[in-house]
């Protein structure tokens, strides 16, 4: 049992348009994040929710959003798609313990986005 | 990322030691880690340091200095699967995780 999964795996779409990369965690995770890593590797936090509530977020175009419709599961919608919007989209999850995050993230495979 | 600096790349051979080195700025320090990820695949936990000394994990072994803002991660009789990249990364005061670059670890035989 695969315990964060992403889809889709690989996404080429053409710049302007609209597109969604979903999350699901079966680990009974509190926290969920976000991260895009470009090209140098950087991995950059975009996203986190905690319990369906937003807790972080970071300096994103609105042209992203985030949506939890439950604890296990957050979705990244993407609108109006940019070249520079080309990455790899990692999801993962994180159990927070004694109301602290740990720091022990759970990653999915992640989705590799080519916006030609 | 910001304020973890960590080497871009280094080379060894199979069999060997290899001791990879990060830096990070002391200020709001709640833990280090470090991930593992092979090329085109998710990162994936190795260790969690919040106090000084060494940690020891099998062939993996996980250093920490707070006073230095310096750690090390410690791969002992390198296999060609160790072959990956590295990723350091700080736990800061708010408890997010502050990512370094990684350094891509490429091993000979």
């Known amino acids: 049992d695969t315990a964060v999964s992403q889809t889709p795996k690989y996404l080429v779409t053409q710049m302007g348009n609209d597109k969604s990369i979903k999350c699901e965690q079966n680990l009974g995770h509190d926290t969920m994040y976000w991260y895009k890593q470009d090209s140098k590797k950087f991995l950059k936090i975009m996203f986190s929710?905690?319990?369906?509530?937003?807790?972080i977020n970071e300096t994103v175009p609105n042209r992203f959003s985030p949506k939890s419709p439950d604890k296990a599961h957050l979705n990244l919608h993407i609108n109006s798609l940019e070249l520079g919007d080309s990455a790899v989209y990692f999801c993962a999850s994180s159990q927070d313990t004694g109301g602290h995050r740990t720091g022990e993230l759970f990653f999915g495979e992640g989705s590799r986005l080519t916006v030609l | 990322g910001q304020n973890i600096d960590q080497p871009t790349e280094m080379t060894a051979t199979e069999g060997a030691i290899v001791q990879i080195n990060c830096t990070y700025q002391?200020?709001?320090?709640?833990?280090l880690f470090w991930y593992q990820q092979h090329a085109g695949e998710a990162p994936t936990f190795l260790s969690y340091n919040v106090l000084d000394g060494l940690e020891e994990k099998g062939r993996f072994s996980s250093f920490l200095s707070r006073s230095k803002g310096y750690s090390y991660l410690l791969l002992k009789e390198l296999q060609m699967k160790d072959s990956a990249s590295y990723l350091c990364?700080?736990?800061?005061?708010?408890?997010?995780?502050?990512w370094g670059a990684g350094t891509k670890l490429i091993i000979k035989p």
């Open positions: 990364a700080q736990l800061d005061s708010n408890y997010q995780l502050i």
């Open positions: 929710y905690n319990n369906k509530e937003l807790i």
């Open positions: 002391t200020s709001g320090f709640n833990g």
